[in-house]
């Protein structure tokens, strides 16, 4: 299913928690920059009062970096927009699967009369991100035309769709986050390894050569600060296990699909299913804001 049809809200919160999360990113990049780009004027060992200055003024401007993110809580933003869109998400797959507490009732008014009062309740529930949520996409159907068809599909049809686009889909996009955060963990604790060598290098390279006036010695540490700063803030290692964990989680799961041959036993398989992937969500959501 594509993710145009799910409800405006989960569409606002999506592009809301992308936004604040590039900002948050770039932002601490450009942290690191500045103060790599600081340390590396300050080599010179004959600056002038302009030269001075302007060093000074790109720590100022570091320093105002620093500010920016204390004060508009990007990273929290980010946090809280992607637990709404992933709370509406784990809703709507509900919805559309017909399970609990989605089930058939007397009339579809009143089923959808409950998934709009959930809705509802997540919205308010994170009102602290409301002014991330405007635009467009908030004039749009919470529950889309492709949402009725879904639903209203027999039992076989709504097994195949929620199989492949969801379970599939949720597996497939662990195992890679899993794999890609590995390696890249590899990657830069390589390089932080790299950078401290060089360091050290530098300062007994000073004692061989004390008549040498320029030393890099503090780019090279800045450098490394910043290589860690990055590897907190992506948590490559931390984020590698839980998705590979989750990965086999969601796999165990999926083998109880073809034990679900009726509408309740299906149910409580999509039950089971999104609270495997809420789950990691959840503990994801717990340890950023830990």
């Known amino acids: ?63 105002g970096v620093s500010m920016l993110l204390a004060i508009k809580k990007y990273e929290k933003l980010w946090y809280s927009s ?39 309740e997540i919205l308010h529930s994170n009102n602290q991100i409301g002014q991330l949520l405007g635009g467009n996409v908030s004039t749009t159907e919470q529950i889309s035309n492709e949402m009725g068809v879904i639903r209203s599909s027999s039992l076989q049809d709504r097994r195949d769709v929620y199989l492949t686009s969801r379970v599939d889909e949720q597996r497939k996009w662990y195992a890679n986050k899993s794999a890609y955060n590995k390696r890249h963990s590899g990657y830069f604790f390589a390089l932080l390894i790299l950078l401290q060598l060089m360091a050290i290098a530098f300062v007994l390279l000073r004692i061989a050569y004390l008549s040498w006036s320029i030393w890099p010695t503090e780019v090279f540490v800045v450098l490394a600060g910043g290589v860690v700063t990055w590897m907190q803030v992506k948590r490559f290692q931390e984020i590698a296990t839980a998705y590979a964990l989750t990965a086999h989680e969601i796999g165990i799961v999926r083998g109880k699909l073809s034990e679900s041959e009726t509408d309740v036993e299906f149910s409580d398989f999509v039950l089971d299913a999104e609270n495997a992937f809420s789950r990691e969500h959840t503990q994801w959501v717990a340890r950023q804001n830990s």
């Open 82 to 120: 992607r637990a709404v869109a992933e709370s509406v998400k784990t809703a709507t797959w509900r919805y559309l699967m017909k399970a609990d507490p989605f089930r058939d009732a007397s009339s579809i008014k009143e089923v959808n009369s409950t998934f709009r009062n959930l809705l509802n």
């Open 1 to 63: 299913m594509d993710h145009n049809q799910f409800p405006a809200l989960y569409q606002a919160a999506d592009k809301a928690s992308i936004d604040a999360q590039s900002m948050y990113l770039r932002l601490i990049k450009l942290h690191i920059f500045l103060l790599v780009f600081g340390a590396a004027l300050t080599v010179n060992p004959l600056p002038t009062k302009e030269y001075s200055l302007i060093n000074a003024f790109v720590f100022l401007c570091a320093l």
